[in-house]
């Protein structure tokens, strides 16, 4: 297997180059073997240009470039070429349509995406918020919530609280146990901001006798017995009926989809 | 101004698509004023695309695509050039060139980046990690991270903290305040792996003073008071010192900027 390397290089930080090089090397190589991304951020000048298509040279690289000035990507583009060095401008040709589109010359301003402006801060106050009222930590911050997960161990609430905090969204969680009351404000909650996360039974053995192994216990303890795991479903439901919000089914589910599938209908609530 | 509308077309979730083309809207409207963003998720069909080609075409909106199948990608190419739709192929030169360079063909299936593999559960256990050991709330947890903060209050050591974790490291932060000794675990951290987070004192005072205000009380209460950020600051420094950890000023800085600072540093470390 030949080895890829792939060289980021940005006027900014270099994330969104990252992802969509992960999503590509994902088509090809899944599990990233034999493959490096390195980042290049900050790249501002001529000269930190002719060094990254030096390196780039030397050790074989693709290079994917999101660059906002025109005159930078004319700039790699180039190098790369007198180079012999395989390169793609990712922003580039998106920037051209849109202008075309909006008759609207753009910014060429690095860094625009990161601004610290009222989008930010409200991203950061999310991200805050659902750390700070994760596992029902306190229930007050149910009816101050965008968003209300309610679900069994287990069911990935505090990364899906998160991934959709980092989409703008307040969220607050909590895990549903039979031996514990569940907060009152839970039903105060209106609904339709609800979320019930629920798990096939089989799965969340097999994720909690993993669990179990990990933490160097005996995997027949009760919190993977079948019979405990069908008690907290059947709770779980009965809370959940009581509040009357959706059910979501996250059995072998990525965050990403589950969250995706609240915004969807969160939005259309509207 | 004319208005802007973007449909994100993917076969998985949209948000490769819908990053970049926030990175490009904000080459024209930072504030994304008079624009829409649409994402249409897990197109996997041409019923799906024909409908989504209507709809573009009623509405006056460009579409950018992220499709693994290239048959699907020619598909929606063809029908938006007959509707005279503005189109953009996100991925498929990408696959294409890397297809050049590693001489392999590619997997062409939908949501490769979003696969529940060992790369995803990591991800997962760092944001649960950076959730259970946020704001110095147990210890132990330093001594397991792969990065430990320190900083004074509103230096977004949570967000920063979740952040990294979505990077896959697994973050604990301390807040450091005067009157509370912070914890031995501490001491005894890498100091290669742990970072200060420090913030101007008049910008601390700005944002402190605001804090108060949204919370409806008077801004000259001690919390913001000069004297005490001071005295918090040097309080900080001898923390800091004592650790031998490096420091870095957060003033006006994004987190995703500080992030990229600390995995830099982290890696060449490695």
Do not use: W
């Amino acid at each position: 297997m030949k080895s890829l390397k792939v060289f980021v290089v940005s006027d900014s930080v270099g994330e969104t180059g990252e992802q969509v090089v992960k999503a590509v090397i994902a088509q090809f190589r899944p599990n990233f073997e034999n493959t490096v991304i390195r980042r290049f951020p900050h790249i501002e000048n001529d000269d930190h240009i002719k060094n990254i298509v030096e390196i780039a040279k030397a050790q074989d690289a693709l290079i994917v470039y999101t660059l906002a000035e025109e005159k930078m990507r004319q700039k790699i583009h180039h190098s790369c070429q007198q180079e012999n060095i395989l390169s793609i401008d990712l922003l580039g040709p998106i920037i051209q349509l849109f202008q075309e589109k909006i008759d609207e010359p753009p910014l060429e301003e690095a860094g625009l995406v990161h601004k610290l402006d009222d989008d930010y801060f409200r991203k950061i106050e999310a991200v805050e918020f659902a750390v700070k009222y994760d596992d029902g930590r306190d229930p007050r911050g149910l009816l101050l919530a965008d968003v209300v997960l309610v679900g069994v161990s287990r069911t990935s609430k505090t990364p899906l609280s998160q991934y959709l905090a980092h989409k703008r969204y307040k969220v607050a969680n909590v895990p549903l146990v039979p031996e514990i009351n569940p907060p009152e404000e839970l039903f105060l909650v209106d609904p339709k901001k609800c979320f019930g996360l629920v798990i096939s039974p089989e799965k969340l053995n097999i994720i909690r006798k993993e669990r179990l192994i990990a933490l160097g216990l005996n995997d027949d303890a009760i919190y993977a017995k079948q019979e405990r795991i069908k008690q907290e479903i059947a709770h779980f439901y009965k809370v959940v009926e009581r509040i009357g919000c959706s059910v979501l089914d996250v059995t072998n589910k990525a965050v990403e989809e589950t969250a995706n599938d609240i915004i969807e209908r969160i939005e259309q609530n509207k």
